[in-house]
Nanobody
Framework: QMQVVQSGGGLVQPGGSLTLSCETL????????MGWYRQAPGGQRELVAA?????STIYADSVKGRFTISRDQYRVTLQMNNLKVEDTAVYYC?????????????????WGQGAQVTVSS
């Protein structure tokens, strides 16, 4: 049975860095793409970044130049630098998805448990 397990998150001051990690377990075929979403209080879940098995990436405009997504076969990492107050949200790993026309489509049965990221002085 597939499981998506996240680690990381926490409290950091503006300008600081955090790393989120995620692993998809129980899958024995290649995963086309993986990604990270976030949901701020009162907001909708939004795509932060996604990466294909070939290394193609997409980022939300708000995080370009500050966040970096990387992966190996079943693990995906989000390195977040120069964090801002507006990055505060619960971050969810999308442990399996598809990539089409430079867009990422999550498998809605493949979410991690979520991790709180709080950026505050």
């Amino acid at each position: 049975q597939m499981q998506v397990v996240q680690s990381g998150g926490g409290l950091v001051q503006p300008g600081g860095s955090l790393t989120l990690s995620c692993e998809t377990l129980g899958v024995y075929i290649s995963i086309n793409a993986m990604g990270w979403y976030r949901q701020a209080p009162g907001g909708q879940r939004e795509l932060v970044a996604a990466v294909t098995s070939g290394g193609s990436t997409i980022y939300a405009d708000s995080v370009k130049g500050r966040f970096t997504i990387s992966r190996d076969q079943y693990r995906v990492t989000l390195q977040m630098n120069n964090l801002k107050v507006e990055d505060t949200a619960v971050y969810y790993c999308s442990g399996r998805g598809t990539w089409s026309n430079d867009n990422y489509y999550p498998n809605h049965g493949a979410w991690g448990q979520g991790a709180q990221v709080t950026v505050s002085s």
